[in-house]
């Protein structure tokens, strides 16, 4: 049974924009934090940015802040995550994540594929 479906990776060029989308299609996470994870190869998996259960707060990694907005329709079950000003060094594939527990996210995605060619 699939939980977390990502959508809207593709390739794109040096500087374009792409908006993921994580649906939850049962809505059963609404009441959970959620965050978007990416991992390229040879790369440790890394944090992208996360968001409490009802979208009032939100964090980012140095890395992405100021080009990356993450975002949340609990109405929707749906988690957005909107990339500008893509870098090759954003190359990678993303993945969805669910916070049941306190320590660690522990639903996760298939994952959605980023290329970003220079």
């Known amino acids: 049974q699939v939980e977390l479906v990502e959508s809207g990776g593709g390739l794109v060029q040096t500087g374009s924009s792409l908006t993921l989308s994580c649906v939850d299609s049962?809505?059963?996470?609404?009441?959970?934090?959620m965050a978007w994870f990416r991992q390229s190869p040879g790369k440790e998996r890394e944090s992208v940015a996360t968001i409490n259960y009802n979208g009032l707060s939100a964090t980012y990694a140095d890395s992405v802040r100021g080009r990356f907005t993450i975002a949340r329709d609990n109405a929707k079950g749906t988690m957005y995550l909107h990339m500008s000003d893509l870098k090759p060094e954003d190359t990678a594939m993303y993945y969805c994540?669910?916070?049941?527990?306190?320590?660690?996210?522990?639903?996760w995605g298939q994952g959605t594929q980023v290329t970003v060619s220079s």
């Open positions: 049962g809505r059963t996470y609404s009441n959970f934090a």
């Open positions: 994540a669910v916070k049941r527990h306190s320590l660690y996210y522990d639903i």
